[in-house]
C-alpha cells in the first residue's frame, strides 16, 4: 500500500503593525522592492510613460504645426456672410457699467460728486489709452499716417487723434463734472468690409433722422459723403424732449479712408464721440444711437448696426 503523503498547510505571513506595513511598503530589504516594486520593474514603467506622452506630445506638436499651415494669422478663412460674425457690423460704445452689472446700459451718476462719476471717467481712460498712446499698438509710429478724404492710407493706417476730441478729453473730465457726458461710439471690425455710402443725397432713407438728412446736404465736399453716418436719438417721445442738444466730436460719422479693416499693424478704429451739452438731470433718458450705409441693418435684438443706452444723471 503506497505511503500516504503528509498534508502541507500554507502558512500566513505574520501579522505586521500598520506601522511595520508601512515601513515594508516603503523599502522591502528581503526583495529589494520600493513602493511595490523593484528596481528593473520601476525602469520598465518609468520608459513606458516617458516613451508614451513624448508620442503623445510629438503627435500634438505636429497636427498644431499642419494646422497653423492651413490658417493666416492675419486674415480670416472664413470671411463676412461666410463667417459666424457676418456682414452686418454692430455698434458699440463706452463707457460701459461695471461688470457686476454685466446686463446693464444704463450710465448713471452725479455730476456734482467727482467720486462718484471717477468711475466713468477712469472707464474712458482705460479705453482711449491705446489712442493717447499709439505706441502700444504693434507696428504703430512706423506705417500710421495723417488721413483725410483727398488721401487715402494706402498699404498704411491712419492716425486717430486725441487732440480733436475737444471736451470730450480726459483733460476736460469728458465733460461728465458739467453733467454734459461724452459717450464714445465704434463700429465693430469686419474684416474686408466696405460700407456703401449714402452719397447721394437723393436717396436717404425715410427712416433716417431729419437732422442727419439736413447734416449730410450741407456736405460740401462731395469725398466727404464716404461717410458711416451717426444718429442718436431719444426712443420715446419723453426722451427726445430730455436728451436736449447733441454734439459729434470730431465729425458725424466714421470717415470713409479708415475701410476696410485689413487687421494691419497698429489699426486704430475710428471713434465718434457723443456730447449731450444738456440733458435733463434727474429722469432716466433711453437713447438709440445708428450707423448708416445702405449695407447697415438695423436690428436691436441682435445688436446690428444700432446700440442701446441709458443715460441718468442725478
Not at 503523503?5 to 515601513?23: C, M, S, V
Not at 488721413?147 to 470730450?168: A, H, I, L
Not at 436728451?243 to 497698429?266: A, D, L, S, T
Not at 456730447?275 to 438709440?288: D, Q
Request: contains cysteine.
Amino acid at each position: 500500500m503506497a505511503e500516504k503523503k503528509a498534508e502541507q498547510y500554507y502558512t500566513p505571513p505574520p501579522k505586521l503593525g500598520k506601522w511595520e506595513g508601512f515601513r515594508i511598503f516603503i523599502w522591502n530589504s528581503e526583495t529589494h522592492q520600493f513602493l511595490g516594486r523593484t528596481g528593473a520593474s520601476w525602469g520598465k514603467i518609468i520608459l513606458f510613460y516617458i516613451l508614451f506622452y513624448s508620442g503623445l506630445i510629438g503627435f500634438f506638436l505636429a497636427m498644431i504645426a499642419v494646422f497653423y499651415q492651413t490658417i493666416d494669422l492675419r486674415i480670416p478663412k472664413w470671411q463676412q456672410d461666410k463667417s459666424v460674425i457676418g456682414n452686418n457690423p454692430g455698434l458699440g460704445f463706452r463707457p460701459m457699467p461695471p461688470e457686476s452689472n454685466v446686463e446693464s446700459t444704463l450710465i448713471w451718476y452725479r455730476g456734482n460728486d467727482e467720486r462718484n462719476y471717477k468711475y466713468w471717467t477712469d472707464e474712458l481712460d482705460k479705453f482711449l489709452q491705446v489712442y493717447k498712446n499709439p505706441g502700444t499698438v504693434p507696428g504703430d509710429g512706423k506705417n500710421t499716417v495723417h488721413c483725410d478724404f483727398e488721401n487715402y492710407p494706402g498699404d498704411k493706417v491712419c492716425y486717430v487723434d486725441p487732440k480733436e476730441w475737444s471736451y470730450c478729453s480726459s483733460e476736460n473730465h469728458y465733460s461728465y463734472h458739467r453733467s454734459a457726458p461724452c459717450i464714445f461710439l465704434k463700429l465693430n471690425k469686419i474684416y474686408g468690409w466696405v460700407p456703401e455710402y449714402y452719397n447721394d443725397t437723393n436717396s436717404l432713407p425715410e427712416n433716417m433722422p431729419k437732422d442727419l438728412k439736413d447734416h449730410i446736404q450741407t456736405v460740401e465736399n462731395p469725398h466727404a459723403l464716404n461717410t458711416v453716418w451717426v444718429s442718436c436719438e431719444g426712443e420715446n417721445p419723453a426722451d427726445v424732449e430730455n436728451i436736449g442738444p447733441i454734439q459729434y466730436i470730431p465729425r458725424r460719422g466714421f470717415p470713409g479712408f479708415f475701410f476696410p479693416f485689413k487687421n494691419k499693424e497698429g489699426y486704430l478704429s475710428p471713434l465718434v464721440a457723443v456730447w449731450f451739452e444738456r440733458p435733463t438731470t434727474g429722469v432716466l433718458i433711453n437713447i438709440e444711437c445708428k450707423a448708416w450705409a445702405h449695407n447697415i441693418r438695423h436690428d436691436r435684438a441682435e445688436r446690428r448696426g444700432s446700440v442701446h443706452f441709458e443715460l441718468m444723471i442725478d
